[in-house]
């Protein structure tokens, strides 16, 4: 193998490796964790910062602004729930018993400020990968920003 | 006939299995009898799959609803086209399709080397049966689409009202083209590693198929976002949606490929690297279909409760085992002819070329599937939004507008200072006065302004190549500047054509970084007579209306749009009201390249958010898209492109009987 080669190798590989972790890097800074509503209440230390919840919405505690621009509602795992205002359009897909993902932060009256909703429209086909029916509806049809 | 068909899945089967063993004891014991039985298997693969398929397709149009795959994705009240398309609207229709393809493509590989190729094709045959093995049985054994309902259905669930569009129709099928596609190179490829014939035969025999693949998966992405744009009302096109990436990975994947594939024939260098990108990219797109039909995304409890994702998986991880195991043992083999004389070079151009989608492959696979494997290994929910793939995405995808611009100029071997002044000095400056007049009109957004700059560099190339060409053919076979450039094409299509799919991508890329830098939106609630502008334009609301048909309730807005005073077009964002499904969905109305008069500067996106029935409110928003158009255009340019490059030697039997004429036309004038 010539120097040459080597060089060229040696070259690739760093700035391959190079570029790699810098993507892994910046990764785990902006990564968000979904917790539950249970963990959501459980930890804290959520309490204060910008987090994503996920879970569903809780039948007959929603009630939309008059125009569509915004909603409160609480959302649920099942056991325990959290009261969440959201003032931007509400999408199509959003609707009691469907799952939930709100990100935002806690204000100091207990509600959530969800600044995104994202909503999925539970499965109606087949109980198990809904999203492989129809994998479009959970995702940006359903982002609010 | 859904038994017929049945039958026909078990045939297949069984055809594919003798197939792959016939292959493999023709190529070992030397039997060119049992090579062809193995091939003649395939062809029948082919038929029985077709007959299959249209058993289900004819299951669809018919109602069949003792079929559980029918009465689950159709309806009887859908239109015919949505009931053909609802084959591969769930799971089970889905991997029929793809293998369906798959066996077409197969068989088409088999007729086009009936004398070619010899060596080559018991492994070709073998690999692309051993694919179809596996989607016959996860069809015959874990999804059927023939299983029966067990007890009787009126009526389907019918497919989801948002899958009911044109282009959701047809953007599957088109990705799936792609992703099989990619098949037949890899395939030729195994052929290659298992034959030990290692030359450049099997990247000669697959261009076209690889181009074929790159293609569709690209017209395949292009319809995806365009139907993200115009049917879900969020203002964009690309969310970095874990599906939405599954198709992008196997196409930058394909890109590279068919970049440095080109490296391979001129100077016989990148060999094992070409067999590698080969490889990532058919694993990328069995990866893409496993993604996107296993309900992995959704949840990874659905996955391993799912009965397919498993078995996927072990596919997936086998076929990959076996093909780097196959290239590690021709790996002493493959020595370059060979090497990198200067970093100013062609070479070190497509390397980097390589290295930045491989990068940009590489994000978007880590940001696709870090979430899967973290909910996976640590039972914890994670995302990681558009931002973080902008971050990394934005920067690689500039400084591959760059290498497009400088690898076609740029000299092979070692580019002297003469050469890189002689073909580099023109566009920089073009590039240089493109910043100036932007920045001159008031753009301060530093990204977009280099985007922008970089953009015009790489076509003031292209310009500069196609003109000096056309110069010579009008020193040399004195044709006027026009004739000169149709010729110089024509003579040159994979050259040419080529750069026209650059034309195409820097106009997305043009469009790309217009639309994302310069988003607005305007949110507005309004009653009848009032209006809210955005940008240079006044929406006026001044009418609504109510309609009904057989399937849905219509609830619809009259916008009247004017720009600076001057009446320009009527918008109608509607809301439908499906009466089958229990939610609505928002109908987007656009003023942009498909209006008429078009407008290709700035769409102007609008949807009607709700209305309040009480109140009589109507929320409308808006969003100004500056040149999206552009990379609907580009997409055009592409398609067109690629259309040049692949036509090469229908051509060249052409203008080589026409030679003479032309010549004599030539000394005549």
Redesign the interface.
Same mark, same amino acid.
């Given at each position: 193998m010539s120097r040459r080669r080597l060089q060229v190798i040696i070259g690739g590989i760093i700035i391959l490796g190079g570029i790699g972790g810098l993507i892994v890097y910046s990764f785990n800074q902006s990564l968000v964790y979904d917790h539950s509503v249970s963990e959501f209440l459980g930890d804290a230390s959520l309490r204060s910062s910008n987090c994503r919840i996920y879970g569903k919405v809780k039948p007959d505690t929603v009630v939309r602004a008059a125009a569509g621009l915004g909603v409160t509602f609480d959302v649920t795992d099942g056991r325990l729930r959290v009261p969440v205002i959201y003032e931007k359009e509400i999408p199509d897909t959003f609707k009691e018993n469907g799952d939930v993902v709100v990100e935002g932060r806690l204000d100091s009256t207990g509600t959530f400020r969800a600044h995104h909703l994202l909503a999925k429209c539970p499965s109606k086909y087949e109980s198990e990968g809904m999203e492989a029916q129809a994998p479009y509806n959970a995702t940006p049809a359903a982002i609010g920003s | 006939m859904a038994d017929f068909g049945s039958t026909c899945l078990v045939a297949g089967l069984i055809a594919s299995v003798w197939a792959v063993l016939a292959s493999w004891l023709g190529f070992q014991h030397r039997s060119s009898e049992l090579v062809r039985s193995g091939e003649r298997a395939a062809v029948a693969v082919a038929l029985l799959l077709t007959f299959s398929s249209l058993a289900l397709i004819q299951a669809f149009v018919t109602d069949n609803f003792s079929l559980l795959y029918v009465a689950?994705?159709s309806s009887s009240s859908m239109p015919v086209i949505y009931k053909v398309s609802a084959l591969w609207?769930? %799971?089970a229709g889905s991997l029929l399709l793809w293998v369906w393809i798959l066996a077409i493509y197969a068989a088409v590989v088999v007729m086009q080397n009936r004398s070619r190729n010899r060596e080559l094709m018991p492994g070709v045959t073998g690999t692309l049966m051993g694919i179809v093995v596996f989607f016959v049985a996860m069809l015959q054994f874990v999804s059927n689409p023939f299983a029966p309902t067990g007890q009787p259905v009126a009526d389907g669930?019918g497919l989801?009202p948002?899958?009911q569009n044109p282009f959701?129709a047809s953007h599957p099928p088109s990705l799936y083209l792609g992703y099989v596609g990619v098949a037949v190179p890899f395939a030729f490829a195994m052929g290659a590693l298992f034959s030990g014939r290692l030359n450049n035969d099997w990247i000669t025999t697959t261009r076209r198929w690889s181009l074929f693949a790159w293609f569709f998966l690209g017209i395949g992405i292009m319809q995806g976002g365009y139907w993200?744009y115009v049917?879900?009302?969020?203002g964009?096109y690309w969310?970095w949606?874990p599906?939405?990436n599954a198709s992008l990975m196997p196409w930058l994947a394909m890109t590279a490929f068919i970049h440095s594939v080109m490296i391979q024939e001129k100077k016989g260098m990148l060999k094992i690297w070409n067999l590698l990108l080969v490889i990532i990219a058919f694993c990328l797109s069995i990866f893409g279909t496993f993604i996107?039909?296993?309900?992995v995304?959704?949840s990874v409890h659905?996955?391993t409760?799912?009965n397919l994702g498993p078995f996927f998986a072990a596919f997936w991880v086998l076929t990959m085992i076996v093909a780097l195991g196959m290239l590690a043992w021709r790996m002493g083999r493959l020595r370059?002819e060979n090497?990198?004389?200067s970093l100013l070079s062609r070479e070190t151009a497509f390397?980097l070329n390589n290295?930045l989608f491989?990068?940009i492959c590489?994000?978007v696979f880590?940001?696709t599937v870090?979430p899967i494997l973290s909910e996976a290994i640590q039972g914890?929910?994670?995302?990681?939004?558009p931002?973080?793939f902008n %971050?990394?995405i934005v920067p690689?995808g500039l400084a591959l507008i760059f290498v497009t611009g400088v690898g076609p100029l740029i000299a092979w071997r070692r580019a002297s200072g003469q050469n890189l002044r002689r073909n580099f000095a023109g566009p920089l400056l073009v590039a240089a006065a493109a910043a100036v007049v932007l920045l001159a009109a008031g753009m301060r957004h530093a990204r977009a302004l280099l985007a922008f700059a970089l953009c015009a560099f790489v076509l003031a190339t292209i310009a500069l190549e196609f003109y000096r060409g056309a110069r010579a053919r009008m020193r040399t076979a004195h044709e006027t500047f026009l004739a000169g450039l149709a010729s110089l094409i024509l003579r040159n299509k994979r050259r040419y054509g080529g750069y026209l799919v650059h034309v195409g991508m820097v106009m997305i890329f043009v469009g790309i970084a217009g639309s994302s830098a310069f988003q607005q939106e305007q949110?507005a609630?309004l009653r009848r007579g009032e209006s809210f502008s955005i940008g240079p334009y006044q929406l006026a609301f001044t009418d609504t209306s109510s309609t009904h048909d057989d399937h849905k309730d219509v609830l619809s807005t009259t916008l009247s749009v004017s720009r600076r005073g001057e009446a320009v077009a009527t918008l109608r964002p509607e809301k439908w009201y499906f009466r089958a499904a229990?939610?609505?969905?928002?109908e987007v109305a656009i003023y942009g390249m498909f209006s008429w008069p078009p407008n290709f500067s700035d769409d102007l996106y609008t949807i009607l958010?709700?209305?309040?029935p009480?109140?009589g409110?109507?929320?409308f928003?808006a969003y100004l898209n500056p040149l999206v158009s552009w990379i609907w255009i580009g997409g055009f340019i592409l398609i067109l492109g690629t259309h040049v490059a692949v036509l090469p030697e229908f051509e060249r039997r052409r203008v080589t009987r026409a030679r003479p004429a032309m010549e004599a036309r030539g000394v005549a004038s």
């Open positions: - | 689950q994705n609207g769930g %799971q669930h989801n948002l899958l959701m993200a049917e879900l009302g969020w964009g969310a949606d599906v939405e996107t039909r296993s309900g995304i959704s659905s996955f409760k799912s370059s090497q990198i004389e390397l290295i491989i990068a590489f994000t880590w940001g870090y914890a929910r994670t995302s990681v939004g931002p973080w %971050q990394w690689l949110v609630t229990d939610q609505p969905t928002t958010v709700d209305n309040d009480k109140g409110g109507y929320t928003k």
